[in-house]
């Protein structure tokens, strides 16, 4: 997993809460048996006009001209605006490859669904949770500044816009933040306690044997 | 001193811990493993590209399920790539070795969330997890069950561990007698209309209370696998008898020497007295009547005796906007009574609703009526091959054949499309399944919520209605 340290990143807004996971990347495209290249079908019901299948010239379909993201401001975004509860529904791991295949790196909401949270910082997106006023006020600065960025220090848990009008801090759990840090595999890190796995599960399918 | 008052979820929470860092994330230990085809063969690929090996193959029960066609099973998979996506499952399997696998056509196959239970591979106390989010369904046998993502699949494959933290706890209080026809379903709904589809986020749930100790398993497993609709990863009941009977006699379920022993260990899977919970969220059951889904996400629920919402008499603007973008993708006005909505097609199947008990619900409205003229398509699709065996050696078929529905093969169906059964754009379906997002039984189709009966209701009369008013 790529290392996150910082960040200063063009800002893109979905300005609609619960957006979920079958939005972001709808079913058809799970028969993949690929991690990479959701990207272009990310939000894909909502970025083009006509429906789309695996295997289609994404490059010839027609876009959607008031799908947020297809406003020339924002590409090459890459943090993502969101509003509450974002990324619910199925546990589609999918979601977040597709989010960062489209190139991006970071999110900032008031809440996220749980399993989609947990499946962002196993992909080096990072999930950040700011208050629904911070994100008001974010959301502001992007309507009224095209261009506008944000600065994201994840060592420091802050996000800041360029002038430092608005510095915001956030919080991350320190083991999370740890391994995005450092991209760590956290199958390596839990394999280094394979004793103490083997000594546990040793004893618990002794307790109950008709767990083996 | 006296032993601290523990919850459910703490005791299944404690009975896993392998150790715990400072920061309070944990080394989780796993008991079951369950596979599909949709979520698996990315992390079966990190896995040998890692060169690694799953740690233990006696924790999986691996089944094909969301791309499965519902007919003419001889064809085979026509798909490609769906096809291509099945194919990987049998090989992964076929490499590494499971518990049991049901691969497609077997007698045995079918929703990874109905065969769990069904084989007795989910048993009480258990970890169990899946890379699916209606995982929380296995938590109706007191086991601690959540869906997980495709690197956590890889991370449990490898380890039999996860690195998690604890949830905070709620729980979910129903007194009183559910009216008759009033289902486990409707509790779900009314559940998630209370308390919305972020209500339960960082939250396991313990369901409780009367109405909730007097359903059936069946009833158990639709209201836990709703809780992630609630943003609950874990939903779960207590052992209680009923528990323990639906256990006796299952394939997997502990060998007959060793039945007292387990069943000794799970009686004390439920609640001390005076734990304290987080959340407590108290409904009388008595009160509810069958309910309806009018938008798109669960929490937009009426009763089927009320009316699709106005968004002038929300104040709040955001919510506003958010009530008028859902009545416009789903069609409807404001206002409208929900018996005034007519229905394309009607969905009776997924993970939610497609046991016996819910298949037999909905025949008993079926039988000795048609499914309205006005209704393109009315699917049923059995849970299992063991569902859809039973249901025929019931007559259910016959009963739902007479009447004009089609009777299918099992699999997760209409519920996501990820097959050929969908909604056409602009298309409405009655459904029993647990998702009303935008597209999510085709793109463009148009999903409400409902229990079996409701569903088998609205296929009869062409529009939704009060299933008590049917008898």
Same mark, same amino acid.
Request: glycine share 8%.
């Given at each position: 997993m790529e290392?996150f340290l910082?960040?200063?990143?063009?800002?893109?807004p979905?300005?609609?809460?619960?957006?979920?996971?079958?939005?972001?990347?709808? *079913?058809?495209?799970?028969?993949?048996?690929k991690r990479?290249?959701f990207? /272009?079908?990310?939000f894909?019901?909502?970025?083009?006009?006509d429906?789309?299948?695996?295997?289609m010239?994404?490059?010839?379909?027609r876009i959607? /001209?008031?799908?947020?993201?297809n406003e020339p401001?924002?590409r090459?975004a890459?943090?993502?605006l969101?509003?509450?509860?974002?990324?619910?529904?199925?546990s589609r791991?999918h979601?977040?490859?597709a989010?960062?295949?489209?190139?991006?790196r970071a999110?900032?909401a /008031?809440?996220y669904?749980?399993i989609?949270?947990?499946?962002c910082? *196993?992909n080096?997106?990072? /999930?950040?949770?700011l208050s629904e006023?911070?994100v008001?006020?974010?959301f502001?600065?992007?309507?009224?500044?095209?261009?506008f *960025?944000l600065t994201?220090?994840l060592?420091?848990?802050?996000?800041a816009?360029p002038?430092?009008?608005?510095v915001?801090?956030f919080?991350?759990e320190p083991?999370? *933040?740890?391994?995005?840090?450092?991209?760590?595999?956290?199958?390596g890190?839990?394999l280094q306690h394979a004793d103490?796995v083997r000594?546990?599960?040793?004893?618990?399918?002794?307790?109950q044997?008709?767990?083996? | 001193?006296?032993?601290?008052a523990?919850?459910l979820?703490?005791k299944? @929470?404690?009975?896993?811990?392998?150790?715990a860092?400072?920061?309070?994330t944990?080394?989780?230990?796993?008991?079951r493993?369950?596979v599909?085809?949709v979520?698996?063969p990315?992390a079966?690929?990190?896995?040998?590209?890692?060169?690694?090996?799953?740690w $233990?193959?006696g924790?999986i029960v691996? %089944?094909?399920?969301h791309?499965t066609p519902?007919t003419d099973?001889d064809d085979g998979i026509?798909d490609?790539?769906?096809?291509?996506?099945?194919?990987t499952?049998?090989a992964?399997i076929?490499?590494?070795?499971a518990?049991?696998y049901f691969p497609f056509?077997?007698k045995?196959?079918?929703?990874?969330h109905?065969?769990?239970?069904?084989q007795?591979?989910?048993?009480?106390?258990?970890?169990?997890v899946?890379?699916?989010s209606h995982? +929380?369904t296995?938590?109706?046998?007191?086991a601690l069950a959540f869906?997980?993502?495709?690197?956590e699949v890889e991370?449990?494959? &490898?380890?039999?561990?996860l690195?998690?933290r604890?949830?905070?706890?709620?729980?979910?209080r129903?007194?009183?007698?559910?009216?008759?026809?009033?289902? &486990?379903?409707?509790l779900?709904?009314?559940v998630?209309?209370r308390?919305?589809?972020?209500?339960?986020?960082?939250?396991?749930?313990?369901?409780?209370?009367?109405?909730?100790?007097?359903?059936?398993?069946e009833g158990?497993?639709?209201?836990?696998?709703?809780?992630?609709?609630?943003?609950? $990863?874990?939903g779960?009941?207590?052992?209680? =008898?009923?528990t323990?009977?639906?256990l006796?006699?299952r394939?997997?379920?502990?060998?007959?020497?060793?039945?007292d022993?387990?069943v000794a260990?799970?009686?004390?899977?439920a609640s001390?007295d005076?734990a304290?919970f987080d959340?407590?969220?108290?409904l =009388?059951?008595s009160?509810?009547?069958?309910?309806?889904? @009018?938008?798109t996400?669960?929490?937009m629920v009426?009763s089927?005796e009320g009316?699709v919402p106005?968004p002038d008499?929300?104040r709040?603007?955001?919510?506003?906007e958010g009530?008028?973008?859902?009545?416009?993708?789903?069609?409807?006005?404001?206002n409208t009574?929900m018996?005034?909505?007519?229905? =394309?097609?009607?969905?009776?199947g997924?993970? %939610?609703?497609?046991?016996?008990?819910?298949?037999?619900?909905?025949a008993a409205?079926?039988r000795?009526?048609?499914v &309205?003229?006005?209704v393109?398509?009315?699917?049923?699709?059995p849970?299992?091959g063991?569902?859809?065996?039973q249901?025929?050696?019931?007559?259910?078929?016959?009963?739902?054949?007479?009447?004009?529905?089609? @009777?299918r093969?099992?699999?997760?169906?209409m519920?996501l499309a990820?097959n050929?059964? $969908?909604l056409?754009?602009g298309?409405?379906?009655?459904?029993? +399944?647990n998702?009303n997002f935008?597209g $999510?039984q085709?793109?463009?189709?148009?999903t409400?919520?409902?229990?079996p009966a409701?569903?088998a209701a609205a296929?009869?009369?062409g529009h939704f209605?009060?299933?008590?008013?049917?008898?």
């Amino acid at each position: 997993m790529e290392p996150f340290l910082t960040l200063t990143g063009l800002v893109a807004p979905i300005d609609r809460a619960n957006v979920d996971t079958d939005a972001i990347i709808p *079913k058809q495209f799970l028969k993949s048996i690929k991690r990479s290249g959701f990207g /272009p079908n990310l939000f894909d019901a909502w970025r083009y006009l006509d429906h789309g299948e695996p295997g289609m010239d994404n490059a010839t379909r027609r876009i959607n /001209p008031d799908f947020v993201l297809n406003e020339p401001r924002y590409r090459g975004a890459q943090v993502l605006l969101a509003r509450r509860n974002f990324g619910c529904g199925s546990s589609r791991e999918h979601a977040p490859w597709a989010l960062a295949d489209y190139g991006f790196r970071a999110l900032i909401a /008031p809440s996220y669904a749980d399993i989609f949270f947990n499946n962002c910082y *196993k992909n080096g997106l990072l /999930p950040i949770v700011l208050s629904e006023s911070q994100v008001d006020l974010l959301f502001g600065a992007v309507n009224a500044f095209p261009g506008f *960025k944000l600065t994201i220090d994840l060592e420091r848990q802050q996000v800041a816009a360029p002038d430092e009008s608005m510095v915001f801090h956030f919080d991350a759990e320190p083991f999370r *933040k740890h391994c995005l840090l450092h991209g760590l595999d956290d199958i390596g890190l839990t394999l280094q306690h394979a004793d103490a796995v083997r000594a546990f599960e040793a004893r618990r399918l002794a307790e109950q044997p008709w767990l083996i | 001193m006296p032993k601290l008052a523990r919850t459910l979820y703490d005791k299944l @929470w404690d009975a896993h811990v392998v150790r715990a860092e400072a920061d309070g994330t944990v080394l989780l230990y796993i008991d079951r493993h369950l596979v599909h085809e949709v979520t698996s063969p990315q992390a079966y690929e990190g896995l040998r590209l890692a060169g690694r090996r799953p740690w $233990r193959t006696g924790s999986i029960v691996a %089944t094909a399920d969301h791309n499965t066609p519902t007919t003419d099973w001889d064809d085979g998979i026509r798909d490609p790539i769906s096809r291509t996506q099945v194919e990987t499952l049998d090989a992964n399997i076929g490499a590494t070795g499971a518990k049991a696998y049901f691969p497609f056509r077997d007698k045995r196959q079918g929703i990874v969330h109905v065969i769990g239970p069904e084989q007795g591979a989910t048993l009480p106390g258990m970890t169990v997890v899946c890379g699916d989010s209606h995982t +929380s369904t296995h938590g109706a046998f007191a086991a601690l069950a959540f869906g997980i993502g495709t690197s956590e699949v890889e991370h449990v494959l &490898a380890t039999q561990c996860l690195l998690t933290r604890k949830a905070k706890s709620m729980r979910v209080r129903a007194d009183g007698r559910l009216p008759a026809g009033v289902t &486990a379903k409707d509790l779900a709904l009314a559940v998630i209309g209370r308390i919305g589809t972020a209500g339960g986020t960082g939250h396991a749930i313990e369901f409780s209370g009367s109405a909730v100790e007097a359903l059936s398993m069946e009833g158990r497993m639709t209201l836990c696998n709703m809780a992630i609709e609630a943003g609950a $990863r874990a939903g779960m009941v207590a052992v209680d =008898d009923k528990t323990i009977e639906y256990l006796r006699g299952r394939p997997f379920a502990p060998a007959p020497e060793l039945w007292d022993r387990a069943v000794a260990q799970w009686r004390a899977l439920a609640s001390d007295d005076g734990a304290s919970f987080d959340e407590v969220v108290a409904l =009388d059951a008595s009160a509810l009547a069958p309910q309806v889904t @009018w938008g798109t996400s669960p929490e937009m629920v009426v009763s089927i005796e009320g009316r699709v919402p106005d968004p002038d008499r929300e104040r709040d603007a955001a919510r506003r906007e958010g009530l008028e973008r859902a009545l416009t993708y789903m069609g409807l006005a404001p206002n409208t009574p929900m018996t005034d909505v007519h229905v =394309d097609k009607v969905f009776i199947g997924s993970c %939610t609703n497609s046991r016996i008990e819910d298949l037999r619900a909905a025949a008993a409205v079926a039988r000795g009526r048609r499914v &309205a003229s006005s209704v393109r398509q009315a699917l049923v699709v059995p849970g299992s091959g063991l569902v859809k065996a039973q249901a025929e050696r019931e007559g259910l078929d016959r009963i739902f054949r007479d009447a004009g529905f089609e @009777w299918r093969e099992p699999g997760c169906s209409m519920c996501l499309a990820m097959n050929d059964d $969908r909604l056409e754009p602009g298309e409405r379906c009655a459904s029993t +399944s647990n998702r009303n997002f935008e597209g $999510r039984q085709g793109a463009g189709g148009r999903t409400h919520l409902v229990s079996p009966a409701m569903a088998a209701a609205a296929a009869i009369m062409g529009h939704f209605v009060d299933v008590r008013r049917l008898a």
